[in-house]
């Protein structure tokens, strides 16, 4: 299972950064990673060095082993916030999207 760390260029994707968000992913994700073949976690900064409420975006893609990658996104205050609510509701898709495959 690989995580994959993309950052425009307001925010440093540092090897520090990479094992945080590594961290992160692995906490919230980790029971759903034998469906999935790779996450990609896009982190950006909208108003750069200026600051303001909600303008770090998290988007994470999960790649499922057996369909097609699902997506989400999450706006906050800052990167660690951003990265927590895109884990929440990429967990509540993994949840659905894997119980329909059980179903069927």
Known sequence: MQIQLNTDHHIQGSEAMKAR???LITQHLERFFPYLTRIEVHLADANGGKGGAQDKQCAI?????NGPPVGVSHNDETVEKA???ASEKMR???NRSIEQKRGH
Do not use: Q
């Open 21 to 23: 968000v590594d961290s």
């Open 83 to 85: 990265i927590h609510g």
């Open 61 to 65: 893609e999960a790649r499922l082993s």
């Open 92 to 94: 509540s898709i993994l």
